[in-house]
């Protein structure tokens, strides 16, 4: 029971973060136009990464990705960034090795078709710098491409249809090139399948999933939910690391 407690707590405290910062970003554009909040959403999201996020990387502001063969991608509005690897901080505009770079987010203040789109283009930059990575002993295949999504505070699409546009964009493209998200707060996740998602129905029974993206409903608990899939996914998949994947499904 105390247990439970906890997790129930976890979750409230987790709610109430996913509030605040849309209280937060409503109060800061009382005009309702997007432009008006300037950099603000950027921030919002920056700061409530930076007090969750393991001690290692830091969420950033603005930037864009290289790799050692020269690719590079367009302005990224956050970075997820290992702090012990070399930055290049004299810079206006930072540049970030892509090996570093646990995470890369697109953020819109309200998603349309048309956010949805200019959002998708940014996020295929994203994944073209390559991560040079020597590995001795790994879970699986060690990703070489960012992890990358879209955060928005809003929007009036409903999942469906989102869903339905990004596999239209995606049909002929390999799964490691896809979007890895889509994050609506307190409403909705949209999460590319790398083939290791799993139902399970209530006589116990576990089958694969294997739709391309699936559509997590989870509500207020979407930000939680984002937290904890970035956090596992810049987690190291050597033995030995943390599993954050109990944590994900409370």
């Known amino acids: 029971m105390p247990t439970q407690n906890v997790l129930d707590n976890l979750k409230q405290y987790f709610i109430t973060q996913a509030v605040n910062i849309d209280n937060n970003y409503v109060s800061s554009n009382p005009t309702g136009h997007p432009t008006d909040t300037g950099e603000n959403r950027e921030d919002l999201l920056v700061a409530f990464l930076n007090n969750h996020l393991p001690a290692k990387y830091e969420a950033l502001k603005g930037g864009k990705i290289f790799d050692s063969n020269g690719n590079i991608s367009e302005q990224v509005d956050v970075l997820i960034y290992d702090k012990n690897t070399p930055q290049l901080k004299e810079r206006v505009r930072t540049l970030y090795m892509s090996e570093g770079v646990g995470a890369a987010i697109e953020v819109k203040p309200n998603l349309d078709n048309s956010a949805l789109k200019e959002a ?107 937290l904890m899939l970035i956090s596992k996914e810049i987690g190291p998949n050597y033995l030995g690391g943390p599993d954050y994947s109990k944590y994900i499904n409370i």
């Open 120 to 226: 998708l283009n940014k996020v295929d930059s994203f994944k073209k710098p390559i991560k040079s990575i020597v590995a001795g002993m790994s879970i699986g295949d060690v990703k070489k491409n960012v992890y990358s999504g879209i955060f928005s505070y809003q929007t009036a699409m409903d999942p469906a249809t989102i869903k339905n546009a990004v596999l239209e964009k995606y049909k002929d493209v390999e799964i490691n090139l896809c979007i890895d998200f889509i994050c609506i707060n307190k409403k909705f996740i949209i999460l590319k399948n790398n083939g290791d998602w799993e139902h399970k129905n209530i006589d116990g029974i576990v089958t694969k999933i294997e739709e391309k993206f699936i559509i997590g409903d989870f509500k207020e608990l979407s930000l939680y939910k984002l």
